[in-house]
């Protein structure tokens, strides 16, 4: 009897720490879950913070965003192994909790100092397997945070805007990702080619990561 009540009161906890109590996600994610986009959002709040070097934070670079687009273009494998990850930060404090009180709580649960502090504890660990976890959370929400425009118009990184000509070969490959039909292009529309001209470096920007403005 005591047994079972045990159990039963292990598996209320278990559900209550993975399934419970996440904000709903400011949109609809179809590969991340809400736990998940907490656990992003929550990370890079902790990683890339408002008021650094880089204006923008962690936060401003939507990483859920590019985490839900970069396991929509992975495979099942990469997938499977996000998704571990994820879940592995996010309870990792069981096993190795925060210093001071409420250290057992979730990831997401914790203060932005209690998750500076988890992190820092992945990634100073005398564990190989804990720093192999740490970086490779630092990797995918580093790509993230470098993807977007602000933070590369502001390293000087963003790319410059280029007048591509139409070559031949254009008209029998199609875009990545793309089927032959798409192409839409015919020997007229071939243009010249570039006259080799290098691109000044205070040159118009790419349109994708121009600067917006009203």
Same mark, same amino acid.
């Given at each position: 009897?005591? *047994? ?20 709903? @996600? ?22 890339? %913070? ?13 990483? %859920? ?9 992975? $495979?099942? $494998?990469?997938?499977?192994?996000? !998704? ?12 190795? @909790? ?9 990831? *997401? ?38 993807? !977007? /425009? @602000? ?13 591509? @000509? ?7 490959? /199609? ?10 292009? *015919? ?12 691109? /000044? ?14």
């Amino acid at each position: 009897m005591v *047994t079972a009540v045990l159990c039963v009161i292990v598996v209320c906890y278990v559900v209550a720490r993975v399934a419970l109590g996440y904000p709903d @996600p400011p949109r609809e994610y179809r590969r991340l879950w809400r736990g998940e986009v907490a656990l992003i959002s929550s990370a890079a709040e902790a990683m890339y %913070p408002a008021g650094g070097p880089i204006p923008s934070s962690g936060l401003d670079a939507d990483l %859920p965003g590019y985490l839900e687009r970069l396991m929509a273009a992975s $495979q099942l $494998q990469t997938r499977i192994l996000l !998704h571990l990850l994820f879940f592995l930060v996010e309870h990792g404090t069981l096993l190795f @909790p925060t210093p001071g009180r409420g250290g057992l709580r979730r990831f *997401t649960s914790q203060s932005v100092e209690g998750r500076v502090a988890a992190l820092d504890g992945w990634a100073e660990s005398a564990l190989f397997v804990r720093r192999v976890v740490f970086t490779s959370l630092r990797a995918v929400l580093t790509m993230g945070y470098f993807a !977007h /425009p @602000p933070v590369l118009r502001r390293l000087g990184l963003a790319p410059l805007a280029i007048e591509a @000509p139409i070559c031949e070969a254009d008209l029998l490959y /199609p875009l990545i990702g793309e089927r032959p039909e798409s192409i839409g292009l *015919t020997a007229a529309d071939v243009t010249a080619p570039s006259a080799g001209i290098p691109l /000044p470096q205070d040159g118009p920007l790419d349109p994708r990561f121009a600067e917006s403005r009203p």
